[in-house]
């Protein structure tokens, strides 16, 4: 099946500084992508819809500034995490819809996601 | 290894009563969710079970033996909405979601 690669799985950062994960679809091409975090034991929460060569849109209540979102090529969208605070440290995850399948099931592929630490 | 195993479809009838099995092994255990995801759109959050036993909620129950490495997503009154996949994730112990390839259920009136 496609895969979806996520980078790095895990990361612990400082206060302050800025932490940028990436989201690559190995095998198939993905006009968009999905961000998601997710808290201990909740689910998931969908942070932005990343859309090759366009913004990103995001959902209500996500700072676009602090989370930056680049969707530069159909196999890569990167989350920036811009002057990290503890309150950001979370479970990252994300998405890619495939194109070759979107008018089929419109299946979604999932990365393994990044645990986020900020110290 | 870890791993997840669901049925890759399902069909049922509306008005009927569907099981979804899935089994798992993973390094630790911190849960399993049971995700709802229709064509196109990001998956939502059914159920949530880190004790053994049945979670009832509403029309969709979620069962889980921990020594068994086994759930089931339960889904009553099928209606024809309920069409979609539905995602078995459990929770490793490093609170990471592995996540299965996911049930499509075909719901037929």
């Known amino acids: 099946g496609a895969v979806v690669s996520q980078h790095p799985s895990r990361v612990i950062c400082k206060s302050g500084t800025s932490v940028k994960i990436e989201c690559r679809s190995l095998d198939f091409q993905a006009t968009t992508m999905f961000w998601y975090r997710q808290f201990p034991k909740q689910s998931l929460m969908l942070m932005a819809t990343?859309?090759?060569?366009?913004?990103?849109?995001?959902e209500q209540g996500v700072e676009k500034d602090k989370f930056l979102i680049n969707h530069a090529s159909l196999t890569l969208s990167t989350l920036t995490v811009t002057s990290a605070h503890p309150e950001d440290s979370s479970f990252y995850i994300c998405s890619a819809k495939s194109n070759d399948l979107a008018g089929e099931s419109g299946e979604l592929f999932f990365g393994e996601g990044s645990r986020l630490t900020v110290l | 290894g870890q791993n997840i195993d669901q049925p890759t479809e399902m069909t049922a009838t509306e008005g009927a009563i569907v099981q979804i099995n899935c089994t798992y092994q993973t390094s630790g255990f911190n849960g399993l969710f049971w995700y709802q995801q229709h064509a196109g759109e990001a998956p939502t959050f059914l159920s949530y079970?880190?004790l053994d036993g049945l979670e009832e909620k509403g029309r969709f129950s979620s069962f889980l033996s921990r020594s068994k490495g086994y759930s089931y997503l339960l889904l009553k009154e099928l209606q024809m909405k309920d069409s979609a996949s539905y995602l078995c994730?459990?929770?490793?112990?490093?609170?990471?979601?592995?996540w299965g390839a996911g049930t499509k259920l075909i719901i037929k009136p």
């Open positions: 990343s859309n090759e060569g366009s913004k990103a849109t995001y």
């Open positions: 994730a459990p929770m490793d112990s490093n609170y990471q979601l592995i």
């Open positions: 079970n880190v």
